[in-house]
C-alpha cells in the first residue's frame, strides 16, 4: 500500500480528489492536513471531514495554515460558493479536526516513515514550505510530492498570468520549486487540456445515482454556471482530480524534466516560470490520459 498524505483547501474540486483517494485500493491515507485557500482554514477543515465521513472513512484531519506566508488571504468562494462546496449544503462533519498542527503532524509522519511517504498538494503550498522552514531534513524524507499548481505552458486561471494556488502563495510555492525533493507538478495548461467534464462526461456520472456520486455533482452545479456565464461553455475543469489521477496511475503521462521559478510580485506575481532540463528534479506533466482520468474518476464514484 501506498502511504499518502492529501494537503489540501478543501472545495469542490478537491472534494472529489479526497473521494478518489479513499477509494483507491493501492492508497492508505495516512491523515489529511487543511490550508486556507478557496475558503478559509475553518471550512476547509470542516468540507475535508465532511467529505471523508462520506465516503465512509474517518481520516485523521489536521488543520494547518490559516493564511499564506507572507500576505492576506484571498479566496475563490466567488467560484466554489461561501462554503467551498458549491453552497449545496449544509455539510456538517460529526467528528472534529485532530489537535496537532498540519506542518508539526507531517514532520512527524515523515519522521516514523522515511522515504515512503507521497504527499499530493491540491492547494496553496503554505503547509508544505512551512514544513520545510520547520525542519529541512525530514522535508528530505518525502518519497514523492505530487502538486496541482502552476499555469505550465498555458495561460492563468485566476490572472491570466498565474494560476489560483500559486497565486495565493507564491512565496510558498517558490520555497517548495526550490527543494530537491522529487516533484510532479500537475499545472492548469493539462487540466483544462484532458481533466474537464463536458455535458456528455456529467451525464454519464449522473447515471451512477449514488450519495457520493449525487455529492460529487451536486457541488460542481455552481461552477458550471459560472463556466456557462463568464466562458459560455458547458464545462468545468476539475484540476485536483486530475491530479489525483495521474497521482493513483500515471503509467500514460508525459513528463518534461525542469526547474521552476515563481514570479513573487507585481502583474506576473504567482506565475511558474520554467527551464526545461534533464538535471530538473521536476517533472513537469505535458500529457495526461484524459481516458484513464475519466475510468478512475467513474469507478470512484461507483464504489
Ligand atoms: O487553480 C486550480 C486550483 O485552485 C485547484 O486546487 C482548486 O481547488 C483551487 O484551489
Ligand atoms: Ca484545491
Known sequence: MRKIIIDTDTATDDAIA????????????????????????????????????LCGFKIPV???????????LETSKFFHGKDGLGDTGPYKP????????????IISFLKK???????????????????????PKSFKLIKNLYIMGGIGEG????????????W??????????????????????????????????FAELQKINNKISNFALNIQRRGLKYYQKKYKENKIDLADP?????????SETLYKKCKIKIILDGEKRGRDTYKFTDSGNIK?????????????????LEK
Request: include cysteine; glycine fraction near 4%.
Open 18 to 53: 479526497i473521494i478518489m483517494a479513499l477509494k483507491c485500493k493501492d492508497f492508505n491515507v495516512l491523515g489529511i492536513t487543511t490550508v486556507a485557500g478557496n475558503v478559509n482554514i475553518v471550512q476547509a477543515s470542516s468540507n475535508a471531514l465532511y467529505t471523508s465521513e
Open 62 to 72: 489536521y488543520q494547518g495554515a490559516s493564511s499564506p506566508l507572507k500576505r492576506k
Open 94 to 105: 460529526k467528528s472534529k479536526i485532530r489537535k496537532s498542527y498540519a506542518a508539526d503532524r
Open 113 to 135: 516513515n522515511p522515504n515512503e511517504i507521497e504527499i499530493i498538494a491540491i492547494g496553496p503550498l503554505t503547509n508544505i514550505a512551512e514544513v520545510y522552514k520547520k525542519d
Open 155 to 166: 495561460k492563468g486561471n485566476i490572472t491570466e498570468f498565474a494560476e489560483f494556488n500559486f
Open 168 to 201: 495565493v502563495d507564491p512565496d510558498a510555492a517558490d520555497i517548495v520549486l526550490n527543494t530537491t525533493i522529487n516533484i510532479k507538478v500537475i499545472a492548469w495548461d493539462v487540466t483544462q487540456l484532458y481533466g474537464f467534464l463536458n455535458q456528455e462526461n
Open 242 to 250: 486530475l491530479a489525483m489521477a495521474v497521482m493513483i496511475d500515471d
Open 284 to 300: 513537469l506533466a505535458t500529457q495526461v490520459s484524459r481516458s484513464n482520468f475519466l475510468k478512475i474518476l467513474k469507478s470512484s
